[in-house]
């Protein structure tokens, strides 16, 4: 090739970015040996396994099984959804399906799958469906046998067809036939809104879909325009995120049209984008709160992280999870797909809150955090210091309370759903959320009905217990006075009735929530649960103090 020709070449291969300097076209062309020579072994190995292996080979659910172990070394968020998982993908991104309209769940390992919650307004709910009703049959097919995504899949279907749902009421002694008409479901993200304290407005978004910002914006509109309120609070507490441009939008709802939401950086720079408000804002000087917790990530971080920087809002609650990571989907042979992270977002100030570092594992597997100690320091609009690297922190930080480990058995506990099942077939109706309150005689009830079916719960002061008793025992420390031993065996043994009296508050709490859920749905749910919210009462708090509101968005604060 002449000199002319080949200095041409290069000249148009660095116009299209495909010019590698030596080692990097050596790395490239390294990579792709060991991709095609592992891929050869893996099919080697599928084949030979297959047509060798002493007993029944289940090829699909193997490979499976391999490629879920591989993705799972990388990070959480990137997985392969194969075709019979489709639909519940989906789901989660349109919040869509066409079904019955309800929540499933299995009593225990081999029992029936019961009703847990028709959605308010569903097919189920109009039919009569209640919490506890048991599945017996779906059309013709006996399902006592089947699992949760069996039974599932069948009660889904074709919008405006029926389906006959075979059910069993407890304290009944007949099963009974129910005729619905599947419909297009439609889970309404924003799950309630209203107003606290005559005018300050309240919006609770539990998800990220492709129509999220829709609802936020009518729920926000109606609150403004037919409550005219004159603060907001948009809660994102245990919100895990969804769809990206969701976030975007409702961001750009509250700040001026082309403002920078995110950036993304991937290794491939032709796929870095930046995200700016495409829309003209609705409202750009009402003042927010936004309301975060351990468990607001993704989508929440954009929106909550994003308005911070820009000094658009003040947050409350706790630091967020701190997933600064953006996946996208890939199309792969019948009809499956790969979720896969192929970016880091960057809000406004230039930080990433990204937690856990999946790059640099633990010799065991493990991932480590972020400490504090290496973040940095970025600055809002107005020049106030945040930091990166550990999820967003709020200006405003309210302790949850720890809650024992006791209530998490408890609420998951198939004798707890029972009582109140039983609760709610003796009582109609219930006053409004507002005014309903927990019997100190309900509680009461509830601990005999625990003790009688035999309720246990995980202890880990308990098992630490054990294995220092194990260790002390082993060097010698207990052969001679044990008095203190015993002393604290004796503190730290299960006693329900001690628990439930030390916990009462919170026991009665949970079990006030879900008796509400029977009568007044998600939204009773969460009505319950911002009675006697502190992060709540603080966001409320910091909104009505206009000159506190200022000084914690300036520099001065």
């Not at 060991?34 to 050869?40: G, M, T, W, Y």
């Not at 019955?100 to 028709?118: A, D, L």
């Amino acid at each position: 090739m002449q000199r002319k020709n080949i200095l041409a070449w290069i000249g148009a291969c660095f116009l299209s970015g495909l010019v590698l300097f030596p080692a990097q076209a050596q790395e490239k062309k390294d990579n792709h040996f060991e991709v095609s020579k592992n891929l050869e072994i893996f099919n080697a190995v599928v084949k030979e396994t297959e047509m060798f292996y002493v007993d029944t080979f289940d090829v699909e659910k193997s490979v499976q099984r391999g490629i879920r172990a591989m993705l799972g070394g990388l990070d959480p968020y990137t997985e392969y959804i194969p075709e019979q998982e489709m639909d519940d993908f989906k789901h989660l991104v349109t919040g869509e399906y066409a079904g019955i309209g309800s929540y499933i769940r299995q009593r225990n390992e081999r029992g029936h799958v019961m009703i847990v919650e028709p959605f308010e307004g569903s097919p189920a709910a109009e039919a009569g469906l209640k919490a506890g009703d048991l599945i017996i049959a779906i059309d013709t097919t006996e399902v006592s046998t089947f699992t949760n995504d069996k039974v599932s899949e069948l009660l889904r279907g074709v919008p405006n067809t029926k389906v006959t749902v075979t059910i069993q009421r407890p304290g009944e002694k007949k099963p009974r036939k129910v005729d619905i008409i599947r419909r297009q479901i439609q889970e309404n993200q924003v799950t309630w809104y209203g107003v606290k304290q005559d005018s300050i407005g309240y919006i609770y978004l539990k998800s990220f879909t492709d129509k999220s910002a829709q609802e936020v914006k009518e729920a926000f509109l109606d609150l403004r325009d037919n409550h005219h309120i004159k603060q907001l609070v948009l809660d994102l507490r245990n919100n895990g995120g969804g769809v990206l441009e969701s976030a975007v939008q409702i961001v750009g709802m509250f700040v001026p049209k082309g403002s920078v939401v995110l950036s993304t950086k991937s290794k491939h720079p032709q796929m870095d984008r930046t995200y700016r408000t495409s829309s003209e804002p609705i409202d750009t000087v009402m003042p927010l709160a936004v309301l975060i917790n351990g468990n607001s990530a993704s989508a929440s971080e954009i929106v909550s992280g994003s308005l911070q920087d820009m000094d658009r809002a003040v947050l409350v609650g706790q630091r967020s999870y701190g997933k600064g990571l953006v996946q996208s989907t890939r199309d792969l042979p019948y009809n499956g797909s790969l979720k896969v992270t192929i970016s880091k977002y960057y809000i406004p100030s230039g930080r990433c809150i990204q937690q856990l570092d999946y790059t640099h594992r633990r010799a065991d597997g493990s991932v480590a955090a972020i400490p504090d100690s290496l973040t940095h320091v970025f600055y809002t609009s107005n020049g106030r210091p945040v930091r990166d690297g550990g999820g967003v922190r709020p200006e405003f930080e309210v302790k949850e309370p720890k809650l024992p480990t006791m209530l998490y058995y408890l609420a998951v506990d198939t004798a707890f759903f029972d009582f109140v099942t039983n609760w709610a077939q003796q009582h109609k109706e219930i006053p409004p959320v507002e005014d309903f309150s927990v019997s100190d005689a309900d509680f009461e009830a509830l601990k005999a009905y625990e003790r009688e079916k035999g309720f246990t719960y995980d202890r880990q002061s308990e098992k630490a217990l054990k294995n220092l008793k194990e260790v002390a025992e082993f060097e010698g420390y207990l052969e001679g006075d044990t008095t203190w031993f015993k002393t604290l065996e004796a503190k730290l043994t299960p006693d329900l009735d001690r628990d439930f009296d030390r916990f009462k508050t919170e026991v009665k709490k949970l079990l006030e929530t879900e008796i509400v859920k029977r009568y007044y749905y998600q939204k009773g749910e969460l009505l319950a649960g911002l009675k006697d919210d502190d992060v709540l009462a603080k966001a409320l708090e910091v909104l009505s103090n206009p000159a506190l509101y200022r000084k914690t968005l300036t520099i001065e604060n």
